[in-house]
């Protein structure tokens, strides 16, 4: 039997097709034409098919007991009778899947993952049998909004979203006519005096976008406003950010409501969010949940209806990126890892030691989380025409995730080398230098068994088969 085995898998080592990561730094992204989506598939749950080599193995080893019957009807050395070839065989027990989370995590290269050296994906979100992602291409050179789908996580298609106007993306969710993209554009339209308006893109497909008019969402004559998340709750939509006044005046939180994505109504003014600014929201029976800072620290907002909020007395003392619903609780993670029963009152569950999480999911009972850790790389060596530049000492960043069954106790999936920051990394006055990595958010796949994370790159884990 061992020998059986041993042949099986050296078998499958041989057949084994190598797979090479093509990091190329370049612009040979894959361009999906608008209305040229493939047909979709439907989530189903995890499934076993991790188990089917053991099968197989199985399978084999009883032919082997089959042709040589005689043999092990003979007595064994001790005089004992050989076990009987009808005998169960041992069950392999299974591995938990918090276990396998910790292994088995790729890093695509820029031409699987349809990335440019300079494009940067913020948000991702699991639509009906599509993964939709959403950023700028040209980070930081020539930006330009973006979308990106996949049917498994492993294979993207990047959608340049024309808007005609300068407008930056930052989160995306499922709802109204099929998908609703939040973010800011600088204004070329609007109010007098503001600098910058809310922008709305809405697609049905992920490769057609529709555009709020520009200026549709301003609320208050001067004041420059940006979103900077959105989520299905409400009466159809609810998306958040801040508004500022003219000539550095206050600043508020704001929150605005709509039933299909194209039609917007801001929720008038309340005292809660003055001199607040708010950077997320997540659904969160009975109602919902959005969180940021105000002048006295991290915040966190509670409503029932989305009209009427209700400031946490005692908020997290961590500044929170992301929350989910997790049994009958909230889990909050940040600066550190919180839960809540209502959203009103918080209890630390464990601090992130030089790191920080910007993002949270669930898949079958083991909670995701994933961000970035500090690095301290010392002194940057780099070449630049600019005097005193040469050398730097800075901080830097990779990628990191996390894995918890209960939110309390976490574990870090270990660094082979595939959440490092790139080493050399051009940079676009003409420097090199060693540029950090980070994960912005998570997802889980469309078949409901797989996790992809994007960033400044593409991660995905599958379960093993």
Known sequence: ?????????????????????????????????????????????????????????????????????????????????????????????????????????????????????????????????????????????????????????????????????????????????????????????????????????????????????????????GWSSKLWDVTAGGPGLVAVGHESAPAEGPTRGVVWTSPDGETWTRVPPDTVFDDAMAFGVVAASPGLVAFGNDDEGPAVWVSTDSFEWEKAPAPPTDSLADAIRFGPDLIGVGDGVWRSPDGLTWTKLAGIPGGYMTTVVELDGVLVAAGFIEKDRGPVITTTTVPGQDVRTDTYYDAAIWVSEDGTDWTRVPDDGTFTGIAGFPAADGRRGDYGSHIQALAVTPDGTGLAAVGDAVWVWNPPE
């Open 1 to 221: 039997m061992i020998d059986l085995e041993r042949q099986i898998r050296d078998y499958y080592e041989t057949i084994r097709i190598p797979v090479t990561l093509d990091e190329v730094v370049g612009d040979e992204r894959r361009v999906r034409p608008a209305g040229d989506l493939e047909p979709l598939r439907h989530p189903r749950r995890r499934s076993d098919a991790w188990r089917r080599p053991l099968v197989a193995a199985a399978a084999g080893a009883a032919a082997v007991l089959t042709v040589g019957a005689v043999l092990l009807l003979l007595p064994s050395r001790g005089g004992e009778p050989a076990p009987s070839p009808d005998a169960a065989a041992p069950e392999v027990a299974a591995v938990p899947l918090v276990d396998e989370l910790l292994a088995g995590w790729t890093r695509l290269g820029r031409i699987e993952a349809s990335l440019g050296a300079w494009d940067q994906m913020s948000d991702v979100a699991t639509g009906d049998g599509i993964l939709v992602g959403v950023g700028m291409a040209g980070y930081e050179r020539t930006e330009a909004p973006a979308a990106w789908t996949s049917q498994d996580g492993r294979s993207w298609s990047i959608v340049f979203i024309d808007t005609g106007r300068n407008v930056g993306i930052e989160e995306v969710t499922v709802g109204g006519p099929g998908l609703v993209a939040v973010g800011h554009e600088n204004v070329g339209c609007g109010e007098a005096g503001a600098e910058y308006v809310p922008a709305v893109s809405t697609s049905e497909d992920a490769t057609t976008w529709t555009h709020v008019p520009c200026g549709a969402l301003v609320s208050a004559t």
